[in-house]
């Protein structure tokens, strides 16, 4: 047992005060202290009785290889098809939801725009957006705190977004798990109420660098709470230097000018993306018309 | 917590290479887990010791190795060491970063018996 921790097992991690980790093997009893390091075990060590000899297999994968596969695949279909696709990520309670549909109703149908709605249980969120206009489908995650590549592919097949559309995938609401997971989106954005406090930024760091967009939401409220909207925007520019910063308000609409024209800019750039995808297409196949009608002349024959 | 999604891609990850292997049982996974990356190592062995329960790498020893973060610091004009995300040039003090290393979450390697 190792007399610094107490523990049993002879090879563990350990964490120290200053926050490094290191991995140890012990010999039995003896302390620990002074400088850490990773003592690499031999493959022939064990602590089995019986020393069976073990092989190791270099693997060099990415542990989320997958769901970025199933985002790359997502990402292609948005790109064929001229799809502007958005990742909406914040707290629970941000306003998302609302945002939505006042963005559906602000948009009014310049071109079609569909929302994935992701949640743990219930449909209301999607109710809400058919209710304002919009098409869109309802995951429900059960006991998932985020929502994944594959499950947003899903949704796709069931969803079939018009070409040449706006998608808004709105995430579990967590400032945490979803910064992991790449949808195929073409941008996350973060959305932070201006209820929520200004140094949020910096206790959830991984999600504001993960954004291209910072919505600050809730505008109409900034007279009743001490919310720095700069600070909370230089904050998050720490770990993001070229986030863009919008402020709006859901519910006086306060900010949808330049928003909307955001979503302009993004859905102008996609459509360009298919148009230049058919136009590389179109290209290949005269290439490859000229090459057959060259392959079955008489000439070539002869 | 998504650090259960994460041992789960990692079993998938691990099982495939032990079938490829023609290997019975799983003794060991290595992993590099960078300091500036998004998981929490307690949370994920906690999570890999329920997944992996009654599949080829139950009771497996998961080892982590963490990687330091790394960035490029645009007024330095040089690669420095950042210890965690948020932190400013340790040089400099600017927080014009761009990260270069220290994010990944990758499966090193496996021992296999």
């Known amino acids: ?302 | 917590m998504h650090e259960l999604a994460l041992a789960e891609s990692m079993l998938e990850i691990v099982e495939r290479a032990a079938r490829q292997n023609s290997a019975e049982r799983v003794t060991a996974v290595r992993l590099e887990i960078g300091a500036l990356s998004h998981v929490e190592p307690d949370a994920l062995h906690f999570c890999f010791d329920a997944v992996t329960h009654g599949s080829l790498a139950d009771g497996a020893r998961l080892e982590i190795v963490r990687t330091p973060g790394q960035a490029w610091c645009m007024p330095c004009g040089d690669t420095v060491p950042l210890a965690a995300l948020g932190q400013p040039c340790p040089v400099c003090g600017s927080f014009q970063l761009s990260i270069t290393d220290g994010d990944a979450m990758r499966v090193k390697e496996i021992e296999i018996g």
């Open chain 1, 1 to 302: 047992m190792c007399t610094t921790c107490g523990c049993g097992n002879s090879e563990h991690l350990h964490q120290h005060a200053d926050g490094t980790w290191h991995s140890h093997v012990h010999d039995g009893g003896s302390t620990h202290g002074g400088e850490p390091r990773y003592v690499p075990r031999p493959p022939m060590a064990a602590h089995a009785p019986l020393i069976r000899p073990s092989r190791i297999v270099q693997i060099e994968q990415d542990i989320l290889a997958k769901n970025a596969g199933f985002a790359a695949e997502n990402r292609r279909y948005f790109s064929d098809h001229g799809i502007f696709a958005l990742n909406l990520v914040s707290s629970p309670g941000s306003g998302k939801t609302t945002l939505l549909v006042k963005t559906i109703a602000a948009w009014q149908e310049r071109t079609p725009l569909a929302v994935i709605e992701g949640d743990q249980q219930t449909s209301r969120d999607a109710d809400r957006v058919r209710a304002a206009g919009a098409r869109a489908v309802q995951i429900n995650t059960g006991k998932g705190c985020h929502l994944d590549a594959q499950m947003v592919g899903h949704a796709l097949t069931s969803l079939a977004p018009s070409d040449d559309s706006v998608l808004l995938i709105e995430n579990v609401g967590n400032l945490v798990c979803p910064a992991a997971f790449d949808l195929g989106e073409a941008h996350k954005v973060v959305i932070l109420s201006v209820t929520e406090g200004d140094d949020k930024p910096l206790k959830y760091p991984d999600m504001f660098r993960a954004a291209d967009l910072l919505l600050v939401n809730k505008i109409d409220l900034l007279p009743y709470v001490e919310f720095d909207v700069d600070a909370a925007a230089g904050y998050a520019r720490r770990v993001r230097p070229e986030l863009e910063v919008l402020l709006v308000s859901a519910q006086t609409g306060a900010g949808f000018g330049e928003w909307l024209a955001w979503l302009e800019r993004g859905l102008g750039r996609a459509r360009t993306r298919r148009e230049v995808g058919l136009d590389l297409l179109r290209r290949r196949v005269s290439e490859l018309e000229a090459e057959l009608e060259r392959v079955r002349s008489p000439a070539h024959e002869a």
